[in-house]
């Protein structure tokens, strides 16, 4: 079973800036897809970013040139760096993995976006 914890979430002003880490254990096989989805209160969960064991990354048009989403693949943790938040980015934030047709989430974590 793969566990995957989150972390660096809060609260910040707009225009700010934060970073999550998400770290995953577990028996991992390679190669996986990493990355990060979020829920706003009555909205639907939507994808952030992403990125393969391999490089290749995927963002969400709402916050492309802002986030960034990386990963060390040797601690199985992935990141995401959010500059210039806004008030809508306010969101849970979930981890997500990907890896031979299974997928894992972890519990959340909070971004709360003030103006």
């Known amino acids: 079973q793969v566990r995957l914890v989150e972390s660096g979430g809060g609260l910040v002003q707009a225009g700010g800036s934060l970073r999550l880490s998400c770290a995953a254990s577990?028996?991992?096989?390679?190669?996986?897809?990493m990355g990060w989805y979020r829920q706003a209160p009555g909205s639907q969960r939507e994808l952030v970013a992403t990125?393969?064991?391999?490089?290749?990354?995927r963002y969400a048009d709402a916050i492309k040139g802002r986030f960034t989403v990386s990963r060390d693949n040797a601690k199985n943790t992935v990141y995401l760096k959010m500059n210039n938040l806004k008030p809508e980015d306010t969101a849970v934030y979930y981890c997500n993995m990907e890896t031979y047709g299974s997928q894992y989430w972890g519990h959340g974590t909070q971004v709360t976006v003030f103006s």
């Open positions: 990125m393969h064991t391999g490089g290749p990354t």
């Open positions: 577990g028996i991992i096989f390679s190669p996986t897809v």
